[in-house]
């Protein structure tokens, strides 16, 4: 394994657990060469999900994609840079969990969606001005007083 900082290729695993609710190992390593520490992950290598785009394009699931997009929506929030990263695992596990090798964008994001609304309503606006891409200011408040009547009506079920 290279040594992130200085590429020396020898280091030594100093802790292993298990991670991401026993779906990969964490290892914590030390370099050889300058010292520094870091730490990797072990996952089974899994057949590739393949999502497909509206427009019919078909392009590999990237995760790390996904995890930008949560973070860009949740920017500024609140909320816990775990809690995130366990939201785009859930999500993975959940897509894949099918046993489907395709899966429509559509799902995609009505997942995220879904997720975001439980993590933070206002990450939950943000990435929804983009993927219902809003037109107009009334598309936006459209939006907003969905959501409104929503808590309304939980509060109201209470």
Do not use: W
Not at 2 to 13: D, I, M, N, Y
Not at 107 to 120: F, I, Y
Request: aromatic fraction near 8%.
């Amino acid at each position: 394994m290279l040594c992130p900082f200085c590429s020396f290729p020898e280091s030594r695993v100093l802790d292993s657990r298990p991670a991401d609710e026993g779906n990969s190992i964490r290892r914590r390593r030390e370099c050889g060469e300058c010292g520094k520490r870091f730490t990797t992950y072990e996952r089974v290598d899994e057949r590739p999900l393949v999502v497909v785009k509206k427009d019919g394009r078909r392009e590999v699931f990237d995760r790390a994609k996904l995890l930008a997009g949560f973070m860009k929506a949740c920017e500024k929030r609140p909320v816990p840079v775990q809690r995130i990263e366990d939201t785009v695992h859930s999500i993975e596990r959940e897509l894949r969990s099918h046993g489907e090798l395709e899966v429509l964008s559509q799902a995609v994001g009505e997942l995220v969606m879904n997720s975001l609304l439980e993590l933070d309503e206002v990450a939950y606006i943000r990435f929804a001005s983009v993927y219902r891409q809003f037109g107009d200011i009334y598309s936006f408040l459209h939006e907003v007083e969905k959501l409104l009547k929503s808590k309304e009506d939980k509060k109201g079920a209470l």
